[in-house]
């Protein structure tokens, strides 16, 4: 493998920034929370290295959810808009190469899955799938239509509000993340119980996508710019030498 | 004036949710024509050296129930010790073995199975060696950050490893070992909670 480079550790994960495991009025949470604290462990290869996504495995459709499941090139029904942004470190700079996973429900608010329950019906030209890698600069852009709000079994009313849900794989194993980009100005963000798992205002602000009109497509679809932060890494003069280099 | 440091802050964690496949497995979850193949489903191929073994395994919440809707994730060396990885500098990894493998559970049982090979020991950064070990990253509905942990095998000497040697509590070191369930075929069961909760790392 050529242009190799030994990778230095991982900022420290701020555990309270991130939601807590045990989030009470995110039912689910009850019982699928650890009981006992994390254990702190020094990070080893292990956790500092990580799989390369080559350009190579996406199709031409793969960042299109619009087309990528339409049989005959039929547009997926609702809101055309197109979603782009950086992801960054905790250093403020871009990731290349990062693998960005995305999927939402339809206009409707429903998914194409076999659990899937709401009466909303499904669009036979929409998936709800779709992926990307970051560009040098850590940069990446999806198409596809804006999700419905849809309701979820927990306490009797309530509502998911639209959103979209993103895996991003940087460069090492630890660095994994999964979270939801939300739409500005929409009221239900500040009803779900699951972004209510977020614990600061602030925090939650960082997963609202802007509306951005100057790159808005006339006459085509609006725009949404959404930045995704991974965990920094320290300058690797700074570890201590793995055995054999 | 001090000189600001203009660090970002890791964008917090959501819950994969229940339909975490329609992104990540599609083909698993039925939608098919998308991608050619659910990324992380072969991690070997006829050529990958090494002993074939299979992990297979379920995710237990606190009252025993198997979640049917996780996701696991692993990323483990070659069978010399080596990552396919760029940041791997000690040598070259295997390039017939990726490391690194998704499965979802069955929808049924919650049952998830890896085809692999055993991996190698790879060093501590003091330079002992570590046992050899399998990393783990498991979300689901009702995670609301994904759960690191690793795997060790039953068949090894884990005796001085580095990290399970650091672990106070010594009773719970068993978590992380898998069981033998015949010569090539690992159980590794994961409780998120209660009687026999598996340890979780923050690293
Ligand atoms: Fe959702």
Redesign the pocket.
């Known amino acids: 493998m050529s242009n190799r480079k030994p990778a230095g550790g991982f900022f420290m994960r701020d555990t309270a920034w991130h939601p807590p495991a045990l989030t009470p009025q995110y039912k689910t949470s009850v019982a699928r929370s650890p009981s006992r604290a994390l254990l702190s462990m020094p990070q080893t290869m292990s956790e500092v290295t990580g799989p390369v996504f080559g350009h190579n495995i996406l199709g031409d459709l793969d960042n299109d959810l619009i087309l990528n499941y339409s049989q005959d090139g039929t547009s997926a029904i609702g809101p055309r808009i197109i979603v782009y942004g950086r992801v960054v470190d905790e250093n403020g700079r871009g990731v290349p190469g990062a693998l960005v996973e995305v999927w ?2 339809n206009a409707g608010g429903h ?1 194409r899955h076999a659990k899937e329950g709401y009466i909303a019906p499904l669009d036979p030209n929409f998936g709800g799938c779709g992926r990307v890698i970051t560009d040098d600069d850590g940069g990446y852009e999806f198409r596809t239509i804006q999700p419905g709000p849809y309701p979820w079994p927990n306490r009797v009313n309530d509502w ?1 509000p639209a ?1 979209i ?1 993103f895996s991003i794989f940087g460069d090492g194993f630890a660095q994994r993340l999964i979270t ?1 980009m939300y739409f500005e100005g929409d009221p239900m963000i500040w009803q779900c119980p699951i972004v209510d798992t977020v614990p600061s205002r602030e925090g939650i602000e960082t997963l609202v996508a802007t509306l951005d009109m100057a790159a808005t497509l006339p006459m085509d679809a609006r725009v949404y710019k959404f930045d995704i932060v991974l965990r920094g890494r320290r300058a690797t003069i700074f570890e201590n030498r793995m055995e054999g280099t | 004036m001090m000189i600001p440091l203009n660090r970002r802050r890791e964008s917090p964690s959501q819950t994969a ?1 229940p ?1 975490v496949h329609i992104g990540c497995v599609p083909n698993f979850c039925g939608i098919e024509g998308v991608y050619p193949h659910d990324l992380g489903d072969t991690m070997v191929n006829d050529q990958t050296k090494g002993e074939r073994i299979t992990v297979t395994g379920t995710t237990f919440d606190g009252t025993g129930t198997p979640l049917k809707d996780a996701m696991v994730e692993i990323w483990q060396a070659d069978a010399a010790g080596l990552y396919n990885s760029p940041s791997e500098i000690r040598g070259t990894a295997d390039t017939n073995f990726t490391g690194w493998g998704r499965k979802a559970g069955d929808y049924a049982t919650g049952e998830w199975n890896f085809e692999t090979v055993k991996p190698g020991a790879v060093p501590f950064p003091d330079g002992r060696m570590q046992a050899p070990h399998i990393s783990f990253w498991i979300v689901a509905r009702g995670i609301n950050l994904g759960l690191q942990t690793r795997m060790y095998f039953p068949d090894e000497d884990n005796s001085t490893d580095p990290v399970l040697t650091r672990i106070e509590h010594q009773n719970r070191v068993p978590t992380l070992v898998a069981e033998q369930v015949d010569a090539s075929t690992y159980r590794f069961n994961i409780r998120l909670q209660g009687e026999g909760e598996t340890i979780f790392f923050d690293f």
């Open positions: 939402q429900a998914y998911r959103h849900h939801q | 949710g339909y």
